[in-house]
């Protein structure tokens, strides 16, 4: 079988199939890349799928279909929101501090060394 995403750095190339592996993504193929490797793709990065309309109508043109857009743009949405909250808690701990809480003994301790010196 025959790598066929454009990207991948083994793309062009043919391997025997060795394997499959699933997670949560999906499937992945098993190819031997040599005695020693196999290396893990995902099946639609192969020959084994068809090929995606998409991109046989626009002879490869487009770097990312729509739906990769789509998917993309959902995740940036998803980070951007995860950063929003992040810095909204983050901005909730710094309220809570008290801004005129009593020196430590650190504090006193330099606060008469700095009065020494001037």
């Not at 391997?15 to 490797?37: A, P």
């Not at 020959?47 to 990769?68: K, S, T």
């Not at 801004?99 to 301790?109: G, L, M, Q, V």
């Amino acid at each position: 079988m025959r790598v066929t995403h454009p990207f991948h750095p083994l793309s062009g190339r043919q391997f025997v199939c060795v394997g499959e592996r699933y997670n949560r993504y999906g499937t992945r193929l098993l190819l031997r890349v040599d005695e020693e490797h196999v290396c893990s793709v995902p099946r639609q990065w192969t020959d084994v799928v068809a090929p995606d309309p998409e991109g046989v109508i626009g002879e490869g043109r487009a770097l990312l279909r729509v739906a990769d857009l789509l998917e993309l743009a959902g995740l940036v949405s998803h980070l951007l929101e995860q950063m929003r909250r992040a810095q909204a808690r983050k901005g909730n701990k710094t309220a809570d501090v008290k801004p005129n809480a009593p020196p430590t003994e650190k504090r006193r301790s330099e606060h008469a060394r700095d009065r020494g010196k001037a």
